[in-house]
């Protein structure tokens, strides 16, 4: 009878332990930061003047009326900081869902299917990615005139989940050869849900480290690509604001506040969703997690302790 | 011998689908060049029938001919080497820009990328090999560098080193005034001079994603059982990090440096754009200033081949560095 009551209390034990990355310094300053800038991207623009009102105070620094000072056309630097913000958002967002869903489709699907289906996405997948795609993007900016944010965002996205698609697969081809994969076969559990349930939890580390490089990829990506002139038309994103300081000679007038704080953002943008994916890299390779200083100091040993602990071993 | 031919055979798709979309692009895109040109020359004053024709047979774009033909005059033209004629240089063939141009862009970018990924797969392994020391935490640091926009860091780094304290000159490829272009001494001196601090730009922003990965790689395979072996022989620690370790770890850093080196040709536009270098990159967006489809699609195709070509190399080159992935098929 215990024995059974034994059986039944082991049953009730979650049978998933849940993927969350264990709270270190690295990650707190990550999605403090992150989070930070993502709530002046959606709270900001209600907050601030007219980014686009022109006034005849240009290029004034930082002062009670204007906290970051004005561009060449009396233009507030904050207000467009604001706006900038969200649409560099927005563009990181959209390519993070698309990247998360071709890459999903083109190397999971894929992967798990097998046979010409496999050959085939595998073949595509390949092909995008030896194609660059900052040039196909700048020709493709070229012909069309006018070019919304959303656009300028898809074929980012279109030019660049290849690499995903390509790491994915690697993955869900190792998985699905693994014992527990063929044993829920064996039980006679249907194919989606095999790839659902039983796969699909496994690669999403991955697909969380995958999304966040694009997103990191894509601000940038349209940062640069603002900065040739060939960015969204009649949007703000920091790449914009950094053309137009650019061009407004910003620099050479020493108008720091006009063009150090978007690149300013972009830099902590990026470091914060670094931060995040180094968490993210020790989960996927936990090889990656032990022995840090701060995990030995965890073993309370002095140097002189692990000097000699380690002579005694040799 | 299965290896090389499948790899060959996806080279060869890779090359067709990528001039399918050089050719594709011009034609799919909702402005039409031959459109946006008449409309150009249409603000300067009235446009004839002919100056339509005149334009669609520089183009190359005839519209009342199929697709499927044109799409063969594209092919014929691009296996005689024909790739029509520049309009923002005319009347010079695109093969001649691209000719004078690509050095320049591939002695920069291409000794940049290099010296990148020497001093970042070293630094790398030592911090690997040396796990928590000071050189370890040194990787957030270069990882900033690395999130920091490129334009931005070398807007920055140019304002100061440029201007605020004139070390380096402003732009420009060599010091068009006082030397001659040849095979001489003043002029490779000033070309060295004139790339230092745009090669400095691309270094500083490129090393910590070799630092990253390489360092990686070395923890994974410290904690491998061969390592533990090497040390119970009684090796030395120089012999273990270099032949056991960093030997096994750099493999996926070469692959990535193949993958680099294709795209020396393509990361280089906003360098050049920054430093207004004489390189394929400011040529690439003259051509785009100044509607010159010709050129564009030109640079492209050249874009494409060095990844394609690269890649290949890489994919050879990698068979017999790791003879395990030979033996994969």
Redesign the interface.
């Known amino acids: 009878m215990a024995a059974a009551d034994t059986v039944t209390v082991n049953l009730a034990v979650p049978r998933r332990r849940p993927t969350l990355p264990p709270m270190t310094g690295k990650l707190a300053t990550g999605l403090i930061i992150a989070g930070l800038i993502t709530l002046f991207g959606l709270i900001g623009p209600l907050l601030v003047q007219d980014p686009a009102k022109i006034d005849d105070i240009g290029l004034t620094p930082p002062s009670a009326d204007h906290l970051l000072g004005t561009t060449q056309t009396g233009q507030d630097v904050l207000a467009q900081l604001a706006y900038a913000t969200r649409g560099s958002l927005i563009v990181g967002a959209v390519v993070g869902l698309l990247t998360l869903i071709l890459s999903g489709f083109f190397g999971i699907v894929g992967a798990y299917a097998g046979g010409w289906l496999d050959e085939a996405f595998s073949l595509f997948t390949n092909v995008v990615l030896v194609i660059p795609g900052l040039p196909v993007v700048i020709v493709i900016s070229a012909y069309v005139a006018e070019r919304s944010l959303l656009l300028v965002a898809l074929v980012l996205a279109i030019t660049s989940w290849a690499g995903s698609a390509r790491v994915l697969r690697g993955s869900t081809l190792s998985l699905r050869s693994r014992d527990y994969v063929l044993a829920s076969r064996v039980a006679g559990e249907r194919r989606w849900r095999i790839l659902l349930v039983e796969i699909l939890p496994n690669l999403i580390p991955l697909l969380a480290s995958q999304v966040v490089f694009a997103v990191i990829f894509a601000i940038l990506g349209e940062a640069g690509l603002s900065y040739l002139g060939l960015g969204a038309t009649e949007s703000f994103t920091w790449g914009t604001m950094l053309y137009y300081a650019q061009n407004g000679l910003a620099l050479r007038l020493g108008a720091w506040w006009w063009f150090v704080p978007p690149g300013l953002m972009l830099a902590l943008f990026g470091a914060a969703l670094s931060l995040i994916n180094f968490s993210i890299d020790e989960i996927i390779n936990p090889k990656l997690r032990n022995q840090t200083r701060g995990a030995r100091r965890g073993w309370r040993m002095s140097r002189e302790q692990i000097r000699r602990a380690k002579e005694s071993t040799l | 011998m299965r290896y090389l031919s499948r790899k060959l055979g996806?080279y060869l798709?890779?090359l067709w689908?990528?001039l399918t979309?050089n050719f594709l692009?011009?034609r799919m895109?909702?402005?039409d060049?031959v459109e946006?040109m008449l409309a150009k020359l249409g603000q300067k004053g009235p446009v004839t029938p002919e100056s339509r024709e005149a334009i669609e047979a520089m183009l190359g774009t005839d519209s009342s001919r199929p697709l499927w033909a044109q799409y063969g005059d594209y092919l014929a033209g691009l296996a005689n080497g024909d790739l029509g004629v520049s309009l923002v240089f005319f009347p010079a063939p695109v093969s001649s820009i691209i000719a004078q141009t690509l050095p320049w862009t591939i002695g920069l970018i291409g000794l940049a990328t290099i010296i990148s990924f020497l001093t970042g797969v070293g630094l790398g392994t030592l911090a690997g090999w040396k796990?928590?020391s000071w050189m370890?935490?040194l990787i957030?640091v270069t990882?900033?560098f690395?999130?920091?926009?490129?334009?931005?860091l070398a807007?920055?780094l140019l304002?100061l080193l440029g201007?605020v304290w004139p070390v380096f000159p402003l732009n420009g490829g060599y010091d068009v005034y006082n030397v001659t272009p040849g095979w001489n001494g003043p002029f490779l001196a000033s070309v060295v001079y004139y790339g230092t601090l745009p090669a400095l730009t691309i270094i500083l922003s490129s090393i910590g994603g070799w630092m990253l990965g390489m360092r990686?790689m070395m923890?994974?395979t410290l904690?491998d059982d061969y390592m533990v072996t090497a040390e119970a022989k009684g090796l030395r620690s120089r012999r273990i990090m270099m032949r056991y370790a960093a030997r096994n770890a750099v493999l996926p850093s070469i692959s990535g440096f193949a993958i680099s080196l294709?795209?020396v040709v393509?990361?280089s536009?906003?360098t050049e754009?920054v430093f207004s270098y004489p390189g394929i990159g400011s040529a690439?967006?003259q051509a785009?200033g100044g509607?010159d489809y010709a050129l564009?699609?030109g640079?492209?195709l050249i874009?494409?081949l060095s990844?394609?070509g690269a890649?290949l190399l890489v994919d050879l080159l990698y068979s017999v560095i790791d003879p395990r992935i030979r033996a994969r098929g």
Request: charged share 5%; hydrophobic share 55%.
């Open positions: 996806f798709v890779a689908a990528a979309l692009i011009p895109m909702p402005g060049p946006i796990r928590g370890d935490n957030p990882t900033m690395q999130s920091v926009p490129y334009f931005w807007l920055i304002f201007s990686n923890v994974s904690s294709g795209f393509a990361g536009i906003i754009a690439l967006l785009v509607n564009m699609q640079i492209l874009i494409t990844v394609l890649n």
